[in-house]
């Protein structure tokens, strides 16, 4: 029966941004400017990273990571957006929608895991200095990175399996700028309330557990910063740490509103909005807090450039 019902949608409709026909240009020169920005300054740190010997710290480690999934959460939405702008073609195959949407949640999900073990090492860092090398040696930052990438891939598995079971023979027309779950399982001709459920379990176990870890990490950072005998030090560490909680907050903020709860919320006009925060927004806000505002990475960038003018 799914499958007969599944034959009568062959592809689907990403209706994007229609309250924004007049200004579209500006929307597509937007995201254009802010895609390009996340492309090159996560290429630009890896490289850095990559090239530096200095920087094969596990701090960086995780920054490069991070680089990387920035680079793949955005690649994953926005080049299929200006896409649908530039050559007025907003349809998606089930196929590339389904794709879209676990690789989406996939990397949404490692980006979880992977800042709660960056605010562990940050933790162990300024915390416990004295045996930060000892714990945070190599093969613990490759377990911690690759249970990050293990648990992104894995956590969406579940979800978009029984997405991908419901039977779509209504409308087509997803309200919204990529697939996501929510405006996906409104088009469905069966009831959602179980898969409802499954989403909401796995929205919470994923981001509940890795923001709650995150938090108690910081909250003993700033424990420690305050004990720092002097105000410059306490003022230079806790810079650091308040840019660190205010993407942090951006990310969780956005994508527990969205996701953790158990009934779509109709107003999808608004959650594209805020779909843009961290789908978007967030990725082009990572390398500027994380990497781009420290001295050693500013070096880097200099010996690149230079190396690159003058082979």
Same mark, same amino acid.
């Given at each position: 029966m799914v499958s007969d019902n599944r034959t009568l949608v062959t592809e689907f409709i990403i209706l994007g941004f229609p309250n924004v026909r007049e200004v579209e240009l500006v929307v597509f020169a937007t995201f254009l400017l802010l895609y390009s920005l996340t492309f090159t300054e996560n290429v630009a740190i890896i490289l850095v990273i990559g090239m530096d010997y200095r920087l094969h710290t596990p701090m960086y480690f995780f920054i490069s990571n991070l680089s990387f999934l920035d680079i793949g959460y955005t690649t994953v939405t926005v080049p299929k957006m200006l896409a649908n702008i530039a050559i007025q073609s907003q349809t998606i195959s089930i196929t590339g929608c389904f794709t879209q949407l676990?690789?989406?949640?996939f990397l949404g999900s490692a980006e979880c895991f992977l800042l709660t073990s960056m605010a562990y090492d940050r933790y162990l860092a300024i915390c416990n200095p004295l045996h930060y090398t000892t714990i945070m040696n190599h093969r613990a930052c490759l377990w911690l990175a690759l249970g990050s990438w293990l648990g992104g891939f894995l956590a969406p598995a579940l979800p978009t399996a029984f997405i991908f079971r419901l039977p779509f023979c209504g409308s087509n027309i997803i309200n919204h700028f990529f697939c996501d779950s929510p405006p996906l399982m409104e088009l469905s001709c069966q009831d959602i309330f179980e898969i409802e459920v499954i989403n909401f379990v796995v929205g919470t176990i994923v981001l509940m557990s890795s923001f709650i870890l995150t938090m108690i990490s910081y909250i003993f950072i700033v424990a420690t910063i305050l004990h720092i005998p002097t105000a410059?030090?306490?003022?230079?560490?806790?810079?650091t740490c308040a840019?660190?909680?205010?993407?942090? /907050? =951006?990310f969780y903020g956005t994508t527990i509103f969205m996701?953790?709860?158990?009934? /779509? =919320?109709?107003?999808?006009?608004?959650?594209?909005?805020v779909s843009v925060f961290y789908s978007v927004v967030t990725p082009v806000l990572n390398p500027v807090i994380y990497s781009l505002r420290n001295n050693d990475i500013k070096q880097g960038m200099r010996k690149l450039s230079k190396s690159l003018r003058f082979p």
């Open positions: 676990y690789i989406f949640f410059e030090g306490r003022s230079k560490v806790f810079s840019s660190h909680l205010t993407i942090v /907050t =951006i996701y953790i709860r158990t009934k /779509t =919320i109709q107003t999808f006009d608004f959650n594209k909005t």
